[in-house]
């Protein structure tokens, strides 16, 4: 039997406890609802109000924990918005593809003057062809004549609207009957919806921690503390992920949990320890803290072209680099935000790095490691023979970058993202993610700025 797949759009701007009834009432009647926030919209200019990133970190934690209900991220993270008739054939693959409107969508639809009809692209092929999911509220009138010929009409007892819960936020109102707690907790940590700025670092307290332990399971550090903490574990309803090893395992952690949406609160077993607290701080019971301060750190886009000319997508919150895959030295050509930088760079390989993961790779290969919530990423080049004296780049937040190599036969590339092997490449280009974020939580007298201190200026050696 084929399976059924209702695609809900919406701008989810933000979403609130109606989107997340009316997702769990679609997957009574489908098998999966599948989430799809849009991006910007010239028709509805609401969907463009808030960055995306938030607006993506609050769809993954309003429909998380339910059954057969996943969020799809992509108009998001390329800033589009994707046409529900070209949204038919990208799920179509996956089963038959129901999609989910408003009954005032298909009101006067037995004349042909539907919105869907009259305002879609592709709009009078959907509606010939498209199978719909029609919600409407139990009060809606809705006239037989005007539906599809293809749909189902769902009476759905559930009411609200995204624009009164920016209202009242606005007016700093009550919005506990309209927002999911732990998205109503996510709103009012970054001050979202309240006419200014949103914040990217902020304090919390967790006042009943249930947490998610990851370990390192090399590090007998890691092992011997993990008892302290699993005290608080809770695998059902973790709201933090505590994070026991190094700094290589906290970037281990974020790769995999990010999506979680969740705080990553790191105790140093390693070295160093950029990105970890303090064993002595939190050891013994002291396990929160009262305050905790969250920096919410961005992760990187990438995309690697194949031998055969097609580009996949890559998300890290670490760093990607290709390196020659022969004896003779790369050349490069690299762009930066469409423009040609260097025509002609003759290395070993390169590297892009996140802010977070500057002590690693890409302070080995001589570039000054920054603060993890610096707004700003690196680029550098490895054992560099042209230009003379290059060694690394500072990359805006908003910078594109694009290295391609000039000759793929004789000067062959390979490719590696967060240290996973991508093979040969023809091509990579790295930005920002506009979705894809870690919340990284510190102890309030954790020093940042000293732990970087300490590798840019060595101890005096003291001579006898």
């Given amino acids: 039997m084929t399976r059924s797949i209702a695609v809900y759009g919406n701008s989810f701007n933000p979403p609130g406890l109606h989107h997340r009834g009316i997702a769990e009432f679609l997957t009574q009647t489908f098998d999966e609802v599948v989430i799809v926030p849009c991006g910007p919209r010239p028709d509805k200019p609401s969907s463009d109000t808030l960055e995306p990133v938030y607006r993506a970190a609050m769809c993954d934690i309003a429909f998380r924990g339910l059954a057969r209900v996943r969020v799809e991220l992509f108009d998001l993270e390329q800033a589009s918005f994707t046409p529900s008739v070209l949204l038919d054939g990208h799920f179509a ?31 009078v092929e959907l509606w010939a062809r498209g199978r719909f999911a029609v919600i409407a509220r139990v009060s809606d009138v809705v006239d037989a004549a005007d539906l599809p010929p293809h749909s ?17 936020l606005f007016k700093r109102e009550s919005i506990d009957d309209l927002l999911h707690p732990a998205v109503a ?28 332990v990851v370990a390192d399971e090399r590090n007998p550090r890691a092992q011997a503390w993990k008892p302290d903490f699993l005290r608080h574990e809770d695998g059902a309803d973790p709201n933090c992920i505590v994070v026991l090893g190094g700094d290589g395992m906290m970037l281990s952690a974020v790769q995999e949990h990010w999506r979680l949406r969740l705080p990553f609160f790191g105790v140093n077993a390693g070295h160093l320890g950029f990105l970890l607290n303090h064993a002595d701080d939190v050891l013994g019971g002291r396990f929160p803290p009262s305050r905790m301060v969250l920096r919410q750190l961005p992760m990187l886009y990438i ?12 998300l890290t919150f670490n760093d990607a680099w290709v390196e020659r895959s022969s004896g003779q030295s790369a050349w490069l050509e690299v762009r930066l935000n469409d423009q040609v930088r260097m025509s002609r760079l003759i290395c070993d390989g390169a590297l892009v790095s996140t802010a977070a993961a500057s002590t690693a790779y890409a302070r080995s290969m001589g570039a000054t490691p920054l603060l993890a919530d610096t707004p700003a990423w690196l680029f550098v080049g490895s054992n560099v023979m042209q230009p003379m004296n290059w060694k690394s780049a500072l990359l805006s937040l908003d910078a594109r970058v694009e290295l391609k190599t000039l000759d793929p036969v004789k000067r062959p590339l390979r490719a590696y993202v967060h240290g996973i092997p991508c093979g040969e490449v023809l091509a990579i280009r790295a930005r920002m993610s506009r979705i894809a974020t870690a919340e990284l939580a510190f102890c309030p007298e954790y020093d940042m700025a000293e732990k970087i201190a300490q590798i840019q200026f060595p101890r005096d050696v003291l001579f006898s």
């Fill in 93 to 123: 693959g996956e089963g038959e593809v129901w999609h989910v409107v408003n009954a005032e969508m298909i009101a006067r639809g037995a004349s042909g003057e539907s919105k869907i009809q009259q305002g879609w692209q592709g709009g």
């Fill in 152 to 168: 189902r009409l769902l009476r759905i007892p559930i009411e609200g609207s995204s624009a009164r819960i920016r209202e009242r």
């Fill in 303 to 314: 995309e690697t072209q194949g031998l055969d000319g097609r580009w996949t997508s890559h």
């Fill in 185 to 212: 907790e996510y709103v009012h940590r970054y001050r979202l919806y309240r006419g200014n700025v949103p914040i990217r670092a902020t304090t919390i307290s967790l006042e009943s921690p249930r947490v998610l």
